[in-house]
């Protein structure tokens, strides 16, 4: 099957049902989504998936064929991504850093469909689970991001 990732395309030699995350992991190399649940609830596996924040460990990857999937790896190529990532800095975001990718992304999702979100559109769409209780800096940097 052909997968576009990070604007390359790819051809992988997976079953259909495969998780999005172990090809993007295991088969591409890309390091930056993480594993963390495998049931969907956490969001470390967070990519974008036309845009949308997508949680790769129960995505078939058969089900992205088509659509432009960007991990964290390339997410500073887009405006609002450089400025989530500027802002996450800024605001000394991670503790131990381990879900930040995926939060970055779903930040990144967020801030292009709503430019400017309240703390209930933040609260919404955040819902990556956080060890570290980094919350409030979160929604600070997610505030910050939505300046420019």
Same mark, same amino acid.
């Given at each position: 099957?052909?997968?576009?990732?990070?604007?390359?395309?790819?051809?992988?030699?997976?079953?259909?049902?495969?998780?999005?995350?172990?090809?993007?992991?295991?088969?591409?190399?890309?390091?930056?989504?993480?594993?963390?649940?495998? +049931?969907? $609830? &956490? @969001?470390? !596996?967070?990519?974008?998936?036309?845009?949308? /924040? *997508?949680?790769?460990?129960?995505?078939?990857?058969?089900?992205?064929?088509?659509?432009?999937?960007?991990?964290?790896?390339?997410?500073?190529?887009?405006?609002?991504?450089?400025?989530?990532?500027?802002?996450?800095?800024?605001?000394? +975001?991670? $503790? &131990? @850093?381990? !879900?930040?990718?995926?939060?970055?992304?779903? /930040? *990144?999702?967020?801030?292009?469909?709503?430019?400017?979100?309240?703390?209930?559109?933040?609260?919404?769409?955040?819902?990556?689970?956080?060890?570290?209780?980094?919350?409030?800096?979160?929604?600070?940097?997610?505030?910050?991001?939505?300046?420019?």
């Amino acid at each position: 099957m052909k997968l576009t990732v990070n604007g390359t395309e790819h051809e992988v030699d997976v079953e259909p049902d495969t998780p999005l995350l172990w090809v993007i992991r295991e088969e591409l190399g890309l390091l930056g989504t993480k594993y963390g649940c495998g +049931v969907a $609830q &956490c @969001g470390a !596996c967070t990519v974008l998936v036309d845009g949308y /924040a *997508t949680r790769s460990c129960v995505t078939p990857a058969d089900s992205v064929e088509g659509t432009q999937i960007r991990t964290i790896e390339t997410v500073e190529e887009t405006e609002t991504g450089r400025r989530v990532v500027e802002a996450w800095v800024e605001n000394q +975001v991670p $503790q &131990c @850093g381990y !879900c930040q990718s995926g939060q970055v992304l779903a /930040a *990144t999702a967020l801030l292009t469909e709503t430019p400017q979100p309240t703390d209930g559109d933040i609260e919404a769409a955040m819902t990556n689970l956080c060890r570290c209780g980094t919350y409030n800096k979160i929604r600070a940097a997610v505030h910050k991001a939505s300046e420019a």
